[in-house]
């Protein structure tokens, strides 16, 4: 399973209505494979539910940052944020944290 939860470092609370899209990534090619918005807690909580239907590989995290802020009036650097991550065992559990602000991001491999 892959799981994110977004929280808005500039205002010190999480990231309610933010579009994440997942997408396997093979050489060029790019297949979206899962989209949600996160919850009022900044959570997609299964964003991909069953990775033995996908399997192992290189995944595209994609974060809409750029409408999440211009909703709120807030002027911001980046559009959208992509992290990539590498499931090596699809039977675990990656769960994402992403934490952003207008200008900036930064992310890890939570649990």
């Given amino acids: 399973m892959i799981s994110t939860h977004v929280l808005d470092v500039s205002i010190g609370r999480p990231a309610p209505g933010m579009r994440v899209t997942a997408s396997r990534v093979e050489d060029t090619r790019r297949s979206t494979i899962a989209a949600d918005v996160t919850d009022s807690e900044g959570r997609v909580r299964e964003l991909v539910p069953d990775m033995a239907l996908v399997g192992g590989g290189v995944f595209e995290l994609t974060f809409e940052t750029g409408t999440y802020f ?42």
């Fill in 70 to 111: 211009s909703a709120r009036g807030v002027t911001h650097f980046h559009p959208r944020v992509t992290v990539t991550i590498e499931v090596a065992d699809p039977s675990q559990h990656y769960h994402v944290p992403v934490l952003v602000s207008p200008f900036g991001y930064t992310t890890y491999r939570g649990s």
